[in-house]
């Protein structure tokens, strides 16, 4: 890897992190590395200005906070296919990031980059746009929207709790119609985030698949389904007539959705793409440590293992 021009993005407010994006400022700048620096944040977005004035290629983006901030760099970069290594700086839970302990020396980090010393692990992400029209002659009436952990379709109201009722289509066959708090349509990334907590699959990120996890349905037959990659998973929504269904891209919100329209949820043609320096990275080892796995109350010794 070559470290000639780099993002670094700090997670907004937090001052630790803060800290740390300027001491890998000057340290890189030490070595002839020009560096693009600036808070990410719900109020923060640096990305759009960073990409834009830019003339040569990117060869990195260090984002130093948690897990949020690390999906925002995701959506924002994985179409230009710039690495992200992510620090778990002033986060909580850090699923999706290195952590500090590794990240101490850092100077030692960047030779380890500049002499190709790490793993990149990409990651599948979904892509969303709005339809409408006749069936064969839809027309697309939004942006493309991105996600890397979940797209979800749910109302939203400031003064009282919805019931949403939504029908969803694969691959253009009805499969149900739900009624709850609304669907979540997950990437293998997103199934340890708000899917698990929907009591929907988590599925390993080394598989292309998608699931699709009812919240809160009013009927114990709606249940979760795994899908291979090439679904096309189309949601309408039915009977909301004060505008209230919404869709959320990784918790933010991307766009309303009106009656008549639907959203078409697919595999994106982008990866997100992590940088890992442990050299004892295991998936299930993050799983034993972030949801906190402990058995059963009694434990027994397993004399038989090797």
Not at 248 to 273: E, F, K, Y
């Amino acid at each position: 890897m070559q470290l000639k021009q780099v993002i670094i993005a700090h997670k907004a407010g937090d001052s630790m992190s803060q800290r740390w994006a300027e001491k890998c400022a000057k340290q890189l700048e030490n070595r002839y590395c020009k560096v693009l620096m600036g808070p990410s944040g719900p109020k923060d977005n640096p990305y759009p200005v960073f990409l834009a004035s830019v003339t040569h290629p990117i060869d990195l983006a260090i984002v130093l906070g948690g897990d949020g901030t690390a999906l925002t760099a995701a959506r924002h970069l994985s179409a230009d296919h710039i690495p992200i290594l992510a620090i778990n700086v002033g986060g909580h839970l850090g699923f999706l990031t290195e952590s500090l302990e590794d990240f101490e020396n850092s100077e030692q980090v960047w030779d380890r980059l500049l002499e190709d010393r790490f793993a990149i692990q990409q990651r599948m992400m979904l892509q969303a746009g709005l339809f409408e029209g006749h069936r064969t002659n839809l027309e697309l009436v939004s942006d493309r929207y991105l996600a890397l952990n979940e797209m979800c379709i749910k109302p939203a109201s400031a003064d009282r709790m919805i019931t949403s009722i939504l029908e969803m289509e694969i691959d253009g066959e009805v499969v149900d119609q739900y009624q709850g708090d609304g669907l979540i349509v997950s990437t293998p990334t997103g199934s340890t985030c708000y899917t698990v907590a929907a009591n929907g699959p988590i599925i390993h990120p080394g598989m292309n698949a998608i699931s699709v996890t009812p919240i809160c349905p009013l009927s114990l037959s709606s249940r979760p389904i795994v899908l291979p990659p090439g679904s096309v998973v189309s949601i309408w929504p039915l009977a909301d007539h004060e505008l209230n269904t919404k869709l959320w891209m990784d918790g933010v919100l991307a766009t309303s959705i009106w009656p008549g329209q639907r959203v078409d949820i697919r595999n994106a043609d982008c990866q997100a793409r992590f940088i890992i320096l442990r050299e004892d990275y295991s998936y299930y080892q993050t799983l034993r440590e972030k949801l906190q796995w402990a058995g059963a109350r009694v434990r027994y010794n397993n004399h038989h293992r090797n």
